[in-house]
Structure formats: structure tokens, C-alpha cells
Nanobody
């Protein structure tokens, strides 16, 4: 059974940076699509970024606008989300997720993650961005 444990959340002033980590274990398939989602109070969970462990390709939600970077340490099975230029609208619970197989591609590009496509989820880590 895949288990995902997030860490690295906290409070930060606007304009600052945080790096979230997702430690994964129990992987049995050759490839997974690893992703970060976020959910703010009263809002739906939205896809932030995805990383295809098969080929290292990535995708991001439109709101990221070059501020975030998803990466993975394959030896340690840790997926990172580096978040820069944080704004108050980034305040949310951030979740790590894994989908069996590679990430979904559309037109040759990795599609930003969609909640319904992921098999495993972590418990989340809170990110709060202060004015």
C-alpha cells in the first residue's frame, strides 16, 4: 500500500518561499504520476503540479505562473514542491498524491493534475501566507 507523508508547511510572509516534501513508500508499480494539490477553506481541491516519474516531465496549474517547481529525489522517493513569491491566495492545505502509471498527456504535454485520477493521498500540510 502506497503511503505519502507531507512536511514543510508553515506560515510565511508574502513574497517568501517554502519547500514542501512528500515522502513516499510502498510503491509497487514501475511508474507513478506524483502531484501536489491544494484546498483552501470553502473551495474545491485544485491541482498545483505534477511530475511524471517515467520521464521527468512536469505540468502546473495556470495560477502557478512560474512561481512553483515540482521535483523528485528518485533514490529517496521524495517529491518536492518549491514555492517562491508566495501570495496570500496560496494559503491552503497542500496534499501530495500518486497515480499509478505515468501522467496523463494531452497534445504531447503533461496535463495539470485532476483530483479524480489519483489513487493515493497524503494527509496534507498547511501553508499560510501572511500579508
Amino acid at each position: 500500500q502506497v503511503q505519502l507523508v507531507e512536511s514543510g508547511g508553515g506560515s510565511m510572509q508574502a513574497g517568501g518561499s517554502l519547500r514542501l516534501s512528500c515522502a513516499g513508500s510502498g510503491f509497487t508499480y514501475a511508474y507513478y504520476c506524483m502531484a501536489w494539490f491544494r484546498q483552501a477553506p470553502g473551495k474545491e481541491r485544485e491541482g498545483v503540479a505534477a511530475f511524471d516519474t517515467h520521464n521527468g516531465r512536469t505540468s502546473y496549474g495556470d495560477f502557478v505562473k512560474g512561481r512553483f517547481t515540482i521535483s523528485q529525489d528518485t533514490l529517496k522517493n521524495i517529491t518536492y514542491l518549491q514555492m517562491n513569491s508566495l501570495i496570500p491566495e496560496d494559503t491552503a492545505m497542500y496534499y501530495c498524491a500518486a497515480a499509478i502509471g505515468g501522467c496523463t498527456e494531452v497534445g504531447g504535454e503533461v496535463r495539470p493534475p485532476r483530483r479524480g485520477e489519483y489513487n493515493y493521498w497524503g494527509q496534507g500540510t498547511q501553508v499560510t501566507v501572511l500579508l
